[in-house]
């Protein structure tokens, strides 16, 4: 099965086709090189082959201006003169193609009356000597209508026009009554094949025919099966190049449900859906084209090979490169793949109907509920990890045992409190994901049991977004499209699923680039990311906290997670706020990524507490990497203290060319209490000296004019050193990002942003946020 050919697979079908089945002629001679022979169409045919030959398109016409002249048969010596050549006049009007017949803006004289395309027998150019200038010819019981264009063009734009219309007028009559489905089949591979080699150009010439075969479907529901393949295999070419109506997506789900394994699911709906993939912008506007790309790859799973089909098929949408070529093909999979785990539990999610909402739930007004409660899962208990004991609302405690050697309790009356009685100030906010999922009425500890066939589409879709997210140029939109959590809270509660997605979420949080680890947190505060959900005692947490060590990990690097907050204090104020008990948990049995987390707790002051700094020293020396760590600090604390100490210079210029390990060596060399102005303006230092500079208390003015000095490092100094009076970040890489970060040092008073990529809006809220400022240098800006 060769998913990465073109997307001409219904030719090669008709092909091969041609050979084995006489009875299909028409198919084959579609796909053919040379010109169609029927002959029932004769002369028109020939007509087509020529424009073929000499490359003439038309616009299919809807309206225009052209001369009109309506001869009638003379019958007498008197009507024969009257219609002699010399007596005939031309009437301009305005005429409109309708579906149904050719009418005029001005139904007077000649086009009083509309003219039914039932009535023309005949459409034709004149072609007699002497005949006038750009006419066509039409036939009418009793006479003749001559039609005169301006010019050559114009007049077979209308003659394609009028065939056109006149054509699929008689399709549609024909086939709204179906007597021999013998006929009927020939008449729609005529169809095809009139609407392939019309020299016409308008997304209608395709789909009109479309529309047709997809109003006989829906009113012929009891055809058999081989009648439905041998449609499908007629009307194949038309769907290379244009996405199906919606009846007809219908009847095509219809077909993948019940004959998945049938060679038309693969031949002829590849490059349907590839061509649905690549070019569909909105799900919303034609969910039935969403509906059957889920079908149809449900099909492809049922197949012999099963996710291997599927998976082959994922490869074909990316492309054999690094970059996928199509932006599209991400965003509609993911919108597809969302949709179906939504429908794997929509007769949970409409259980609930009768279930307080979110806003009751929050408040505590549980409500009797009619329904059976819904089989949600809570949170899993494992005695090596968590013991939750709920003795009443008041005294609700939740313990964590993490060895018999040290037992760490938070205390959570307050938050729990809230989220047991609700707010006393009346917000409207909605409650938290976690928080609905803890203390739902409508949750209980049974476990969801999903349907065979609602199980199977489960792990078929988790496994297409498990794929997804292996491609590295795919993962940031991936993470991006994932962060808001977007699916139902029944699925969040459903350990099957948390289980299979925890995949998803171990490729974020192992990916180095910021733009994609960043997504595990939150979209804005107050509302649950995936660090929360899976971080210990989180709802879909099913380990000990090895993903959650990975997630701040990242890549062996805290920073990198902690940075992407942007705010490094917030971050761990954070962690020490509601993951405390997790991150000692963790520390005591060896993980280096929370011993750094501690560590960098205790440097930074983040624990106020004694008991519980106490508590935290214990743990680091509890464990050989712990205990050497902790001793590590204790150096880098003593060298602080010597750092700070009172005296040395005011004043420190750096040589230029001085590097990061300069500056380092320097500042270890002796105490440096005293120093308010430093220049570092063009050496080699980059956004990593911040960590030497966050040490000098006493700093007032900074120059890092012509460094390699970041974003990175600014959001370090941002929260440091508050005291800094004067910057200069002139020609440094800084961005908006970087110095928006600025906006929390108000003792500012001179700022020099000469030649960064500094925006206006960045401008305008810097002065607003900084009441101390008087001097700005923003020249070479886009502030300027």
């Not at 995936?530 to 989180?538: A, H, I, M």
Request: net charge neutral.
């Amino acid at each position: 099965m060769d998913f990465n050919r073109s997307s001409g697979g219904g030719s090669n079908l008709h092909n091969n086709q041609l050979q084995t089945d006489e009875s299909k002629p028409l198919l084959g001679e579609v796909s053919a090189p040379g010109p169609p022979d029927g002959s029932k169409m004769g002369a028109g045919l020939c007509r087509r082959a020529l424009l073929h030959c000499n490359g003439m398109r038309y616009k299919l016409l809807q309206e225009g201006d052209i001369q009109v002249c309506v001869i009638r048969h003379p019958r007498t010596f008197l009507s024969k003169v009257l219609s002699s050549k010399f007596l005939r006049r031309l009437e301009p009007h305005h005429l409109t193609l309708t579906d149904k017949s050719l009418a005029s803006a001005t139904p007077t004289g000649y086009m009083e009356n509309a003219i039914s395309y039932s009535a023309i027998e005949d459409v034709q150019l004149l072609s007699w000597e002497n005949a006038p200038k750009y006419c066509l010819q039409l036939t009418i019981p009793g006479g003749t209508i001559l039609l005169q264009a301006a010019n050559s063009y114009l007049r077979d734009q209308w003659f394609h026009s009028l065939q056109w219309k006149k054509k699929i007028y008689k399709y549609k009559k024909v086939l709204s009554n179906p007597s021999r489905w013998e006929v009927v089949l020939k008449e729609i591979r005529t169809l095809v094949d009139m609407a392939l080699s019309s020299p016409l150009q308008d997304d209608s010439i395709h789909q009109a025919p479309l529309e047709i075969v997809s109003k006989l479907l829906s009113e012929n529901t009891n055809l058999s099966t081989l009648e439905h393949e041998n449609i499908i295999e007629a009307i194949a070419p038309l769907l290379e190049n244009n996405h199906p109506p919606p009846d007809l997506c219908e009847f095509f789900c219809k077909h993948c449900r019940e004959r998945p394994r049938s060679m038309v699911v693969i031949e002829v709906f590849t490059p349907v859906v590839q061509r649905i993939l690549k070019h569909n912008m909105d799900f919303g506007k034609c969910p039935r084209l969403r509906l059957f790309t889920q079908e149809y790859i449900l099909a492809l799973n049922e197949l012999n090979g099963g996710m291997e089909v599927v998976k082959k098929f994922i490869r074909s949408m990316h492309g054999p490169t690094g970059q996928c070529p199509h932006p599209r093909v991400l965003p509609n999979l993911v919108a597809v793949c969302l949709a179906a785990i939504y429908s794997c539990y929509e007769e949970f999610i409409n259980s609930r109907d009768n279930s307080p909402s979110l806003k009751e739930i929050r408040n505590g007004c549980q409500q009797p509920c009619e329904r059976k409660p819904l089989p949600l899962r809570l949170m899993r208990t494992n005695p090596d990890l968590v013991s939750q004991e709920v003795t009443s609302p008041i005294e609700t405690r939740i313990k964590i045992v993490n060895s018999s050697e040290i037992h760490v309790d938070l205390e959570r009356n307050n938050v729990v409190n809230q989220k047991l009685k609700g707010p006393t100030g009346g917000s409207e906010s909605e409650p938290s994901l976690i928080d609905c999922l803890l203390v739902s009425p409508a949750c209980s500890t049974m476990s969801i049991e999903l349907s065979p066939q609602a199980d199977r589409v489960l792990v078929c879709y988790v496994e297409i977004l498990k794929m997804l997210s292996d491609y590295d140029d795919w993962r940031p939109s991936l993470a991006s499209l994932l962060q808001p959590i977007p699916f139902p809270k029944e699925a969040l509660a459903h350990e099957k699923f948390t289980k299979e997605l925890k995949y998803v979420i171990q490729r974020f949080a192992e990916d180095p680039r910021q733009e994609v680890h960043s997504c595990l947190l939150s979209v804005r505060a107050g509302k649950d990311g995936w660090f929360q959900l899976y971080s210990p005692g989180g709802v879909a947490c099913d380990d000990d906290g090895e993903l959650f060590a990975s997630m701040v990990r990242v890549c062996n690097n805290v920073h990198i997670l902690m940075g992407s907050c942007y705010k490094t204090k917030k971050f761990l104020l954070s962690l020490a706020e509601n993951k405390l008990g997790p991150c000692m948990l963790l520390a005591l049995r060896g993980s280096q990524t929370m011993v750094e987390i501690l560590c960098l707790m205790l440097e930074y002051n983040i624990i106020e507490n004694n008991d519980t700094q106490l508590q935290i020293i214990s743990t680091l020396e509890s464990t050989e990497v712990g205990k050497r760590m902790y001793e590590q600090l204790c150096d880098r604390q003593r060298e602080l203290k010597e750092l700070q100490r009172k005296g040395g210079p005011t004043r420190l210029t750096l040589p230029s060319k001085s590097t990061d390990a300069d500056l380092a060596r320097l500042l270890s060399s002796g105490s440096f209490g005293n120093l308010e102005n430093l220049s570092l303006a063009f050496t080699n230092v980059t956004s990593a000296c911040a960590e030497q500079l966050i040490k000098l208390p006493s700093l007032k003015q900074l120059n890092l004019w012509s460094t390699q000095f970041g974003d990175a490092g600014l959001r370090l100094l941002s929260e440091h050193l508050t005291s800094l009076q004067v910057l200069n970040l002139c020609e440094t890489p800084v961005t908006d990002a970087g110095l928006l970060t600025l906006s929390s040092m108000k003792s500012l008073c001179s700022l020099n942003m000469n030649s960064t990529k500094l925006s206006a809006d960045t401008y305008e809220d810097l002065k607003a946020k900084l009441p101390n400022l008087k001097e700005v240098d923003v020249r070479y800006t886009e502030a300027w």
